[in-house]
Structures are given as C-alpha cells and as structure tokens.
C-alpha cells in the first residue's frame, strides 16, 4: 500500500495531519479576511487562492474578506454623470483616445 508522505509528520498523510493543515489554512483565510480592512490590495490575491481551495471550510472562509474587499473598492468609485454623448466623446479624445464606436445606456441608480 502506498503512503504520501506527510510534511507535517514525516510519516503518511493521515486524516489528523489533513485536518490539522485544513484548520491552519482556514485560520488564515479567516485572518487574511481581516487583513483586507487595512490592506485589501495584499490580501486579495491570497483570498482568491483561498477561495479555490479544495476544502469547503478553507473557501467558505474567504469569501467574507473577499466581500470586504469588493465593498472598499466599490466605496472609492466614483461617478460621473454626463449630460450627452458628445461629452463623453470629448472627454476621451482630449485624453488622446481614438473612439470608433460610442453607445450610450441608461443603467438605473439606487
């Protein structure tokens, strides 16, 4: 019978060392959720590993930091409403961009 070696034991991957290393790795996602209060840029990346993990708990655990970090970047939008497509058009190609193409949509507000 084959046995994975297990970094934490030394030994075989048995079913306390994968609990054990599912625990730490919620533990920090839970901790890097908290981390994206203060620096969501840093934390992100690592949420999103987190977020892929193969343990149910590990992800579930990421997802509130994630949200977090969506609602801190969602704060520091900003709109600008414009009055015409003219404008609008005006405001790039005084930027220096080329448009080719311009639609215009209503979308609702809150």
Do not use: N, W
């Not at 901790?31 to 343990?55: C, F, I, M, Q, T």
């Not at 579930?60 to 497509?85: N, T």
């Amino acid at each position: 019978m084959f046995r994975r070696e297990c970094s934490r034991c030394s030994v075989h991957a048995s079913r306390e060392c994968r609990s054990s290393s599912e625990s730490v790795r919620t533990a920090a996602a839970a901790a890097l959720g908290r981390l994206a209060d203060k620096a969501p840029g840093a934390a992100v990346p690592a949420l999103e590993r987190a977020l892929h993990d193969r343990s149910y708990d590990v992800a579930s655990s990421a997802v509130p930091g994630l949200a977090r970090a969506a609602e801190i970047y969602a704060g520091r939008q900003a709109i600008y409403p414009l009055r015409s497509a003219t404008e609008l058009r005006t405001l790039f190609e005084q930027a220096g961009f080329g448009i080719e193409q311009l639609s215009i949509a209503t979308i609702a507000t809150m």
